[in-house]
């Protein structure tokens, strides 16, 4: 089993509320990992028993030009069905990325993948490749910035320092629910103004638990991963973090 990947596709659609609450085009940034049987095109040399990713492109960016979306799900989805509308395509992974959609934080990810046809019919070297499991449909958030006294060391203890927090939600069902993001945000910032831990643990695990109680937000959600880091925790480091994951209970 092969793939055919388009990374870092850049366009714009209409996927809800952007961060001002304004529904209006925002930028969007998708990748395509495509599964396929590359051996015919390998042998042959021919674009046409390929899956050509110049013409798929131009598909992808003609879509969610010409539509309006409920949500990066939605797009996400009509994407995936675009693409397994070719015949070679067997399986295909879709990361949508909304780098301007939520103001107190980088960017909102959602990662699906879909199969041609239904499980039951998953092909074994696809689901080798796959590591023999179908991935959950996932929303991530990126890059929550905020400055809090943490950490054991005389210093840290006297000066504020820059912690980036990333969440991760592993859902059972696919939903649009990004419209609640910027509330649970907003949430877990004004917690983090009022705190000053010791560790990083205590940290991640005090918005862990934050996160678990907004049962309105979890009703699809089976598994949540917060990731903390320090960037100027240690000198010769990029970061030091930690990341813990929770199921969620009924």
């Known amino acids: 089993m092969d793939l055919v990947i388009l990374n870092g596709l850049n366009t714009s659609a209409v996927i809800g509320p952007d961060c001002w609450n304004r529904r209006r085009p925002q930028p969007v940034i998708l990748s ?3 599964y396929t ?3 015919a095109a390998a042998v042959s040399d021919n674009v046409e028993q390929s899956i050509d990713y110049s013409k798929m492109s131009k598909s992808v960016l003609a879509i969610t030009s010409a539509e309006e979306f409920d949500g990066l799900f939605s797009l996400a989805v009509a994407c995936a069905d675009l693409v397994l509308q070719r015949p070679l395509a067997l399986g295909v992974r879709i990361e949508a990325e909304a780098p301007k959609s939520l103001l107190l934080a980088e960017s909102a990810k959602v990662e699906i993948f879909r199969i041609r046809g ?24 990126r890059g929550i910035q905020s400055s809090v006294i943490i950490g054991v060391n005389e210093q840290e203890r006297i000066f504020k320092q820059r912690v980036l927090t990333s969440l991760s939600f592993e859902l059972s ?6 419209t609640g993001l910027p509330k649970l945000i907003d949430q ?7 705190t000053s831990y010791l560790t990083l643990e205590a940290f991640a695990a005090s918005l862990v638990q934050l996160v678990l109680g ?5 009703s699809d959600v089976e598994r949540v991963t917060v990731r903390s880091e320090k960037p100027s925790a240690i000198i010769a480091a990029i970061s030091s973090a930690v990341e813990i994951t929770r199921d969620v209970t009924p």
């Open 214 to 218: 907004s049962r309105d937000l979890l």
């Open 118 to 141: 239904g499980p039951s019919e998953i092909l074994p070297s696809l689901l080798k490749k796959l590591r023999g499991a179908i991935p959950a449909d996932q929303i991530h958030i």
């Open 37 to 39: 049987d590359a051996e």
């Open 32 to 34: 395509l990992h495509i």
């Open 188 to 194: 877990l910032v004004k917690h983090i103004d009022a």
């Open 173 to 178: 069902e696919p939903r649009n629910f990004q």
